[in-house]
């Protein structure tokens, strides 16, 4: 079983930086995709971005096309996000997750980390 723990959250300001962290452990860890999702307070969670774990594949919601970024160490089992000018509205609780297969669900979600965005 997948275990995923998320870092790199905190507060910023508008127009600022952070680049979240996301581990995997296990002792294989052979994924279709990992993804990242969000979700602010009253709303519904949503994808942000995701990787193909073994190509170089990745999507990125509309939302945050230009600004955020993704990168992974595959030795390390680690996909990182790199969210870059930081809006008030991207303020969330940012979650990760695999895709063990094509078209299929994401699923092991970590526990979260809080980015919180001031204007």
């Known amino acids: 079983q997948v275990q995923l723990v998320e870092s790199g959250g905190g507060l910023v300001q508008a127009g600022g930086s952070l680049r979240l962290s996301c581990t995997a452990s296990?002792?294989?860890?052979?994924?279709?995709?990992m993804g990242w999702f969000r979700q602010a307070p009253g709303k519904e969670r949503e994808f942000v971005a995701a990787?193909?774990?073994?190509?170089?594949?990745?999507w990125n919601a509309d939302s945050v096309e230009g600004r955020f970024s993704l990168s992974k160490d595959t030795a390390k089992k680690t996909m990182y996000l790199r969210l870059n000018n930081l809006k008030p509205e991207d303020t969330a609780v940012y979650y990760c997750?695999?895709?063990?297969?094509?078209?299929?669900?994401?699923?092991?979600w970590g526990q979260g980390t809080q980015v919180t965005v001031s204007s």
């Open positions: 296990g002792r294989t860890f052979s994924p279709f995709a």
């Open positions: 990787l193909m774990w073994s190509g170089a594949n990745t």
């Open positions: 997750a695999v895709q063990k297969m094509a078209h299929g669900k994401f699923d092991s």
